[in-house]
């Protein structure tokens, strides 16, 4: 049984910074590439980084680089998030997901997500 669980969601102001992890359990988590979205209040989904399945290679939307940093620890099976300059536009529920497989591109597997909401 796949399972994602994201963490470290807060009210923080702008210009603030957060952490996201996100634990996974229910398949070997070092053979799959894994992927940030988000949702903003009344809008849709948008894909917000990408990172393959050692580490090395990433990938970030416009609205989000230079601000974000995905990165992952294969030994505790978790992924991570740390999101600095913080702007209210980054409000909004973070999902991580799960690649279908041999690098599809398409996300398979979705947690519950965590809120992030910047204000002041």
């Known amino acids: 049984q796949v399972q994602l669980v994201e963490s470290g969601g807060d009210l923080v102001q702008p210009g603030g910074s957060l952490r996201l992890s996100c634990a996974a359990s229910g398949f070997t988590f070092s053979s799959y590439w894994m992927y940030w979205v988000r949702q903003a209040p009344g809008k849709g989904l948008e894909w917000v980084s990408a990172?393959?399945?050692?580490?090395?290679?990433?990938y970030y939307a416009d609205s989000v680089k230079g601000r974000l940093t995905i990165s992952r620890d294969n030994a505790k099976n978790t992924l991570y998030a740390q999101m600095n300059s913080l702007k209210p536009e980054d409000t909004a529920l973070y999902y991580c997901?799960?690649?279908?497989?041999?690098?599809?591109?398409?996300?398979?597997?979705w947690g519950q997500g965590t809120q992030v909401t910047v204000s002041s």
């Open positions: 990172i393959n399945r050692g580490g090395g290679e990433t």
């Open positions: 997901a799960r690649d279908l497989g041999h690098g599809a591109g398409v996300l398979g597997y």
